[in-house]
Nanobody, 124 residues
Framework: VQLQASGGGLVQAGDSLRLSCVAS????????MVWFRQAPGKEREFVAA????????LYAGSVKGRFTISKNTAKNTVYLQMNSLKPEDTAVYYC??????????????????WGKGTQVTVSS
C-alpha cells in the first residue's frame, strides 16, 4: 500500500487543520491506519490510529480531545482533524499502515508503509 499525506500548513495557535492520507489500494479489514509526527530534534511519535474495519480508534494522550482520526472507506482515505492547535504540535506529520490492529506496539518500526510527511507549523 502506498500512502500520500497532505493538508499541512502554517496556522496560529487555536486554529484547526485537517490532514488527509490517501491509500493507493483498499487496506484489508484488519489494517491499522496510523498518524505519527516528528518534531525537529525529536523521535517520531505516535499520534492516532484507526482500524480500517469497524473504526476503533486510539490517541496519544497529548492530542486526545483535540484531534480526531476518521476514515472514508469509499475514498481509501484517512483524516486527522486537528483542533485547538498548539505550538508544540509543530512537526512533520506522517501517515503509516500496519497489517494488524492487534500487533501490540505502535512503534514506527512495525509499520509496513509510510507516506511522505506533511509539515504542520503552529505559531504562537
Amino acid at each position: 500500500v502506498q500512502l500520500q499525506a497532505s493538508g499541512g500548513g502554517l496556522v496560529q495557535a487555536g486554529d484547526s487543520l485537517r490532514l488527509s492520507c490517501v491509500a493507493s489500494e483498499r487496506p484489508s479489514s484488519s489494517h491499522a491506519m496510523v498518524w505519527f509526527r516528528q518534531a525537529p530534534g525529536k523521535e517520531r511519535e505516535f499520534v492516532a490510529a484507526i482500524k480500517w474495519s469497524g473504526g476503533s480508534t486510539l490517541y496519544a494522550g497529548s492530542v486526545k480531545g483535540r484531534f480526531t482520526i476518521s476514515k472514508n472507506t469509499a475514498k481509501n482515505t484517512v483524516y486527522l482533524q486537528m483542533n485547538s492547535l498548539k505550538p508544540e504540535d509543530t512537526a512533520v506529520y506522517y501517515c503509516a499502515a500496519r497489517s494488524s490492529w492487534y500487533a501490540g506496539t505502535w512503534s514506527p518500526g512495525v509499520m509496513h508503509s509510510w507516506g511522505k510527511g506533511t509539515q504542520v507549523t503552529v505559531s504562537s
